[in-house]
């Protein structure tokens, strides 16, 4: 009876839609819809295109024939450069972890901070500074070719092992990032356990500390050769040709498109397997330690000889972790054409500098830049932090497939972004407003805007996490409607994560050379293909120029980047 | 201030049923307890009143509107979170000003109404300070003031005392009772803690995965149980399970397959048991109804344990193979040591009497 006395409340039609257990499809729908113009539809076309011709699967023929091995070559070449490159990788990678996180020496404090170095480098600007060093021609063996008076240099980093010496030095840093992180969480109480127990020095690395990092050095491995795999910029610069990524580029610059289609079909099977196995492993791994604040006791170094050794070793790291930007900022104050055959450039001058920002045509390609990260972040940010909430906050099925297609980007070689893009938009199409956006101001954008996909979701949803449901279900208590709760307290209190995730999208855009070089057009030439052409035009100095400004701007957004990081502490409540 | 009916609410989760057919009557300016272990759907039936859940099946109403699918931030509640979910970007003013800002009150007036309701949770000079500067009770005290200022018509806090230390538990309990009944606003309260649940409450309602095991005043359900759950999960008792063997009147006789025979009134049967002789029923005997004078009901055992507590001594004592707590308030006489002989009697009307 009391059911008739009751207020009759009719719910207007659009909370009826709002309250339905499907409206949540209608707001997640536009995440998917860019997902599947910009992800999946390109990776079609070129799936589709890898079929062209009469016979379907001539091209796949060809890549896995026997008489013209090039292909085949390629593959193996890139599979094995990237296995060596994983040992070499972690060999380095662990080793530093453990000399800088147990260990006390002199000079470990330096090392320390600049043992992140080669992650500041953009790939283009680290091959360039290991040519420059290295190569044939460079400062080091000339240096030794003059001291010893040999008729030609010694030695000289080139073709596959400068590929793996290159990928060596600026991918270790993912294990020692890993592995130092392992170290740090393994609790120093778990040692004198088995210690305690009788357990020999030997046998408490094997049976604790190695099982215990086993997660980390696996996880990276995984990471290491899908970046090997990947790699352009190396085989380029070193001329290394039989590699996936470079067989890509030479088919496309030859105008065998359905060629490049199907190699970029392979490359993707194989890059797109090793994201899943990583995902799969990831999810099932973690011996993390939650004894926390116990610090790890390091161990001075004591005998004299070993200490003379230790000294001489993180000096030596120190300087080859250095040289590279040295040897930038030197060349980028030599005058062009007048370093030939000597060990180091004897003329100098300020004026590449002076070139950058007053001279039109030197500065356009900083500007193509700028302008063209600046859309992509923009797309970035919107993007990101609405998949960031949606995949963190809301409950729908298909969450696994967003985070999936959102991470393929990142896991796919660049060349091969450039592929699908160019198999996808060099004619009209819906996603594209029936525009064609090969040789437009657009296509770059696009594939900055795809490939930094992953970058501000991540941070945005790792500070999304962190940040406690209840705090916004007190602001909905309080009277505040969705919109008035994101803004006021979701916003504020992630607004360190999205800044952080959105200024290295930035700079990795301003970076952008593999998926670039591939699409640009002559009109909106972007700074990392500029440095490629004055190095082709043997203008070094300028070339460096360019490098040393995006060097501090990496510099600074680090920085920045490192701020932020310490203040969101306060909003980890 | 308003009521709140619940009317035959379900909630799933899934395939998991979290509360199951629940009806309630919660009156204007009551102090109302959801008490009950940790997922028996207290915290779920409190979110579908906050607004955050919507229920499954079934209706609930504030007096007689029917919000049963009304968006939490139409409700007018006041909500204190377990761990207050303070916004850690703002000041202690500008979190207890969130509310009024909402609703859009001219400046001087929620200046005004934060001032007065941050004296009356005691937080006179703090009101600039960062959330991060202030201790566990201090921010507890926010919660509350956040909570009180918009004027509620009802006041939900879940397990808010959880987070502090024993002794602080103990003052702020007084504290948010005070202040509720200062204001008189309804409050709905959840706890797992019974010393909360007795302590504030003008009714409890007991639950357990899901389903209602008692509604009452504190008196009710500790005296009067009306299952057995009800009569172990709130208090200590000993729990027999005896048949009856005589019934004379109001008086019930009752004994176990150790002999061990009881003497009780009818009038002690729970709500809806009809057991007559031959049935077996649980007999509820809580330890303080234990007298050391003789008298009816008198038990003869051996003491197999002693605890003394300095307000009382705790026995458990051993009668012709019945372990029975019992527990003698401290008056300055002898203690019994283990293997002592106790002679203890029980008032029949202390026995309470159970079905299955």
């Known amino acids: ?573 | 201030m308003k009521g709140v009916r619940i009317d035959s609410v379900s909630k799933k989760f899934g395939d998991v049923l979290g509360v199951s057919d629940l009806n309630l009557d919660i009156r204007p300016g009551e102090f109302f307890t959801f008490l009950g272990p940790s997922g028996c759907g207290k915290t779920t039936t409190l979110r579908m009143i906050a607004g955050f859940y919507y229920p499954s099946n079934g209706k609930i109403y504030f007096d007689q509107r029917d919000v049963t699918t009304l968006q939490p931030n139409k409700r007018n509640i006041g909500m204190v979170f377990q761990n207050y979910a303070l916004f850690p970007h703002m000041t202690v003013d500008e979190n207890i000003a969130f509310g009024l800002e909402v609703r859009k009150l001219p400046k001087a007036q929620i200046q005004e109404k934060v001032d007065r309701i941050r004296s009356l949770v005691h937080l006179g000079q703090y009101g600039k300070r960062k959330i991060n500067e202030l201790s566990g009770g201090q921010q507890q005290r926010v919660a509350l003031a956040r909570a009180l200022v918009i004027e509620p018509d009802i006041l939900l806090l879940d397990e808010p005392l959880s987070n502090l230390d024993a002794k602080l538990r103990e003052e702020t309990r007084f504290e948010i009772k005070r202040i509720q009944s200062e204001l008189g606003v309804t409050t709905i309260y959840v706890t797992h803690d019974q010393t909360e649940a007795m302590t504030m409450s003008d009714r409890i309602m007991v639950m357990e995965n899901g389903i209602v095991k008692q509604i009452g005043t504190p008196q009710e359900i500790y005296h009067k149980p009306n299952n057995r759950f009800v009569a172990t999960f709130i208090g200590e008792t000993n729990l027999l399970q005896m048949r009856i063997t005589s019934i004379d009147g109001d008086t019930v006789t009752i004994q176990n397959d150790n002999g061990f025979v009881l003497h009780g009134y009818k009038q002690n049967y729970a709500k809806d048991l009809h057991a007559s002789i031959g049935d077996n029923v649980y007999v509820s005997i809580r330890p303080e109804s234990f007298r050391s004078e003789l008298g009816d009901n008198s038990v003869r055992g051996t003491i197999q344990f002693v605890e003394f507590t300095g307000l009382s001594v705790n026995y458990v004592v051993n009668v012709q193979g019945t372990m029975l707590k019992a527990m003698i308030i401290n008056a300055g006489s002898t203690i019994k040591q283990v293997g002592d002989e106790i002679e203890l009697h029980i008032p029949p009307s202390n026995l309470y009497f159970l079905g299955e």
Request: charged share 10%; proline share 4%; glycine share 6%.
């Open chain 1, 1 to 573: 009876m009391k059911k008739q006395l009751a207020e009759q409340y009719e719910p207007s039609w659009w909370s009826k839609l709002t309250q339905s257990p499907y409206f949540i499809y209608i707001l997640v729908s536009p995440l998917f819809l860019v997902l599947l113009a910009y992800v999946v539809y390109p990776f079609y076309t070129t799936f589709v295109q890898s079929f062209a011709g009469n016979n379907k699967l001539a091209n796949y023929q060809k890549f896995f024939s026997l008489k013209s091995t090039a292909n085949l070559e390629a593959l193996w070449n890139s599979l094995y450069i990237s296995v060596i490159s994983v040992i070499t990788c972690a060999i380095v990678g662990v080793a530093m972890a453990f000399l800088l996180e147990r260990y006390n020496f002199p000079g470990r404090r330096l090392l320390s901070v600049l043992v992140l170095i080669p992650m500041a480098l953009p790939p283009l600007v680290g091959v360039l500074s290991f040519t420059f060093l290295y190569g044939e021609s460079g400062i080091f063996p000339r240096a030794l070719q003059h001291l010893f008076q040999l008729d030609s240099v010694p030695f000289s980093l080139k073709g596959v092992w400068g590929v793996i010496v290159v990928h060596t030095f600026t991918m270790y840093t993912y294990f020692y990032l890993t592995a130092s992180a392992a170290i740090k969480g393994l609790d120093p109480s778990l040692e004198e356990a088995a210690t305690s127990l009788g357990a020999s020095r030997f046998r408490v690395w094997r049976k604790i500390i190695l099982p215990m990092l086993t997660p980390s050095i696996i996880a990276s491995s995984l990471l290491v050769f899908m970046v090997s795999m990947a790699s352009y910029t190396a085989p380029l610069m070193f001329g290394v040709e039989r590699t996936m990524t470079m067989q890509i580029y030479l088919a496309r610059t030859n105008g065998n498109l359905d060629m490049a289609a199907t190699q970029s079909t392979i490359l993707s099977v194989v890059s797109i397997t090793f994201l899943l196995i990583m995902r799969w492993y990831q999810n099932r791994r973690n011996y993390q330690n939650l004894s926390k604040g116990v610090s790890v006791h390091r161990s001075e170094v004591t005998s004299k000889p070993l200490k003379y050794f230790s000294v001489f070793l993180s000096f030596s790291g120190t300087l080859i972790l250095i040289l590279p930007i040295l040897v930038l900022v030197l060349i980028s104050f030599s005058k062009d054409g007048a370093w030939t055959i000597q060990i180091l450039p004897t003329e100098y001058t300020l004026d590449h500098y002076k070139a950058l920002f007053t001279d039109e045509k030197t500065w356009r390609p900083i500007w193509n830049s700028l302008k063209m990260g600046f859309v992509a972040t923009i797309g970035n940010i919107i993007f990101g932090v609405a998949a960031a909430y949606a995949m963190v906050r809301l409950n729908f099925k298909g969450k696994t497939l967003l985070d999936v297609l959102i991470t393929i980007p990142w896991a796919l070689p660049g060349t091969v972004v450039a592929v699908n893009l160019i198999a996808a938009f060099s004619t009209e199409s819906v996603f594209t407003f029936n525009q064609v956006l090969i040789g437009t101001f657009w296509i770059l954008p696009l594939a900055y805007f795809i490939r930094h996909l992953p970058l501000v979701f991540r941070s945005t949803s790792a500070s999304l996490m962190q940040l406690d449901q209840s705090v916004e279900e007190a602001s909905r208590s309080l009277g505040a409607g969705w919109w008035h709760t994101f803004r006021k307290i979701v916003i504020p209190l992630t607004l360190s994560g999205i800044l952080a995730g959105t200024l290295l999208a930035f700079v990795q855009s301003i970076g952008e050379f593999v998926a670039s070089i591939l699409l640009y057009s002559t009109s909106t030439i972007p700074l990392s293909v500029a440095i490629f052409q004055k190095l082709y035009a043997f203008k070094f100095g300028t070339a460096c120029a360019y490098g040393v400004l995006q060097i501090i701007l990496i510099l600074i957004v680090l920085l920045i980047s490192e701020k932020l990081s310490k203040g969101s502490a306060g909003s980890a409540i």
